[in-house]
């Protein structure tokens, strides 16, 4: 992965009019709280100077656009020279992907934002992770508001899908759908999460009807409630894989699956 100290860059100054965000592409939307919250708090000795790709002619801000929107703000909405740090020779992949990889305090990036971004950039893992995730019938909601057939746990499911792999990951997300129709509650990050970690411990011995057909029969809220009310020493995901395995065991003795953590 590029770095940005391996990088070759200028300082110069440039006026805010000439800077294009690039919000098609892989930046995310202005959040003008946050901008009023830099402004307020603004002192230029301190700040950081945006960072910019000159590609084809055009200045492209990868980091730094609520800084700059921020010193407009400050300079009642009018343009202003600012100094930036202007790096030459990228794509806009390339500028994608240093955009996900900020570090920066003024810069922190929801999931959804950074997976965006490594998705446009090309990343293998976030490319497969997408494409796994659409697969199935989902989308992946990057502006995480939760909705029908609508992923918002991203960074739970990505993580989750690079543990248990593309193939299992796929199982469990489509097991969800099927049983509960991309139900939002049936996408909360715990039941994502619960029922991933079933699949994986459980994978090739659970009758998958079975688990559909019982699942069906639930309110999906029910793995979230449950498993926030357990006073067990289950640990993290296993309250909400627990859950599952009861929906799925239910009263039966002959097809029920033993606990394995």
Known sequence: ????????????TLNSRQLEVPREAYQRELNTVRVHKIAAEFDERIANEPKLSCRNGHYYVFDGQHTIAARKHRNKGRDLPIRCKVYYGLTEADEALLFAQQTGASATLTAGAKIRALIFAGDPEATAFFRATESIGLRLDYGQQRGKKRL???????????????????????????AWDGDPDSLRAETVQGMLRFVDLYYGEYDRARLIRRCRRVDPLVIYREGKAMASNLPGFKKYTYQVLLIYNGSSKKAALPMKF
């Open 1 to 12: 992965m590029m770095k940005m100290d391996e990088l070759t860059y200028r300082e110069i």
């Open 152 to 178: 918002a746990c991203i960074a739970t499911a990505f993580r989750e899908f690079h543990k248990v792999g593309a193939e299992r990951y796929k199982e469990a997300l489509s097991l969800i759908l099927e």
